[in-house]
C-alpha cells in the first residue's frame, strides 16, 4: 500500500475514445503530478499541481487535460489519442511542491498501462 | 535541455558490491534523487542529495559531487529481491525532477 491509488490498472482504447485516468493521495499531500513512462525512456513530468494549482506543463499535447478538483484527486482526461501515446502514466504526490529535501520526495502510484489502437 | 546518463543494465552476484553511477548536465540544480522500481510496481524512493558527500542508509548509500555533476549509488550485500531498476533524477527547477531512463539491475544466485 502506497497511499497513492489509480484507476484503472490497465486500460485500452481507440483513437477516438474519450476516457479518463483517476488518481487519489490519501496522504494529506499538497502536490500532485503526472508522469508518462514509455519503454525504455526516462520518466517524463507531464503536469504539477501545487494546492489544486497547475504549476506546471510540461509542453503536453492538448489532447492530455488534467483536472485537479482538491488536494487529494487528480485525473487525467484522454480524448483523440494517437497510438504513441500508449504507454504507462504514473501518478505521484509530494508533501509539497516546491521546498527542501524529504518535503519534496515524491511517492507514486501503480501506474495507469494504457494501449491505444 | 536537461541531461541524465547512467547505464542501461548491470549484473551481479548475490552477497557482492554493485556501483551505479550517474551524470547529469542540467539548467539548475536543487538535489538529486534515487529511486527503485520493480517490473510493473511503481517506483519507491531510495534517497537524496543536495550536498556534496555520502548518504547511507542501511545497505544504500548515495554519492554527490556538485562540481563533478556525478552521483552514484551504491549497494551493498546484494540480495535477490534488489534485482530492480534504479532511477536517477535531478530536481532542476522549483517543481520539476528530471529522470534518466534508469538502470536495469540483475542480481544471480
Known amino acids: 500500500e502506497t497511499g497513492v491509488t489509480q484507476t484503472p490498472r490497465h486500460l485500452v482504447m481507440g483513437m477516438t475514445n474519450k476516457k479518463s485516468l483517476k488518481c487519489e493521495q490519501h496522504l494529506g499531500h499538497n502536490a500532485m503530478y503526472w508522469y508518462k513512462q514509455s519503454a525504455k525512456k526516462p520518466l517524463e513530468l507531464m503536469f504539477v499541481y501545487s494546492l489544486e494549482e497547475r504549476v506546471e506543463n510540461n509542453s503536453v499535447p492538448s489532447r492530455f487535460s488534467p483536472e485537479c478538483p482538491n488536494s487529494s484527486h487528480l485525473f487525467l482526461h484522454l480524448h483523440t489519442l494517437q497510438p504513441e501515446d500508449s504507454a504507462l502514466y504514473l501518478c505521484a504526490s509530494s508533501l509539497d511542491a516546491s521546498g527542501t529535501g524529504g518535503t519534496y520526495e515524491q511517492y507514486f502510484g501503480p501506474g495507469t498501462r494504457l494501449t491505444v489502437t | 535541455g536537461q541531461n541524465i546518463d547512467q547505464p542501461t543494465e548491470m549484473t551481479a552476484t548475490e552477497g557482492a558490491i554493485v556501483q551505479i553511477n550517474c551524470t547529469y548536465q542540467?539548467?539548475?540544480?536543487?538535489?538529486l534523487f534515487w529511486y527503485q522500481q520493480h517490473a510493473g510496481e511503481a517506483p519507491t524512493f531510495l534517497s537524496y542529495?543536495?550536498?556534496?558527500g555520502l548518504e547511507e542508509k542501511g545497505r544504500f548509500s548515495s554519492f554527490l559531487s556538485r562540481s563533478k555533476g556525478y552521483s552514484y549509488l551504491l549497494l551493498k550485500e546484494l540480495q535477490m529481491k534488489d534485482s530492480a531498476s534504479y532511477l536517477c533524477a535531478v530536481r532542476d527547477g522549483d517543481y520539476k525532477l528530471s529522470f534518466g531512463a534508469g538502470t536495469t539491475v540483475t542480481v544471480r544466485a
Open positions: 542529495n543536495v550536498l556534496d
Open positions: 542540467t539548467s539548475g540544480f536543487n538535489g
